[in-house]
């Protein structure tokens, strides 16, 4: 899906959720990620959930109303929630361990 050729900034947009931006671990991986998306011309949204399975649940349901193309997850607070709209929503949703 990311090839960096076949899309513009404006077509594909990720909403990146971690728990706590203020964590070392995701403000590092969240700028390196940011920078490598930004330069194969997709956009980047990061957003907390801060631990919140409520908060969460919003920005998976981003992909239901077409807000966002994709999910990229870095801490989970709903692994049941997750699950199920990964697969209502195939190759939308990107899990980073």
Known sequence: MIDGDSHKLDKISFTALVSRVANPFFSVLFDKLETKLKKLGYQVLV???????????????????????????????????????????KNKIVLLR
């Open 47 to 89: 957003t907390q959930t801060h631990d919140d399975p409520e908060s969460e649940q919003k920005f998976l349901e981003q992909l239901k109303t077409q807000k966002v193309d994709a999910v990229i997850l870095a801490s989970v607070e709903n692994p049941d929630l997750v699950m199920r709209v990964g697969k209502e929503f």
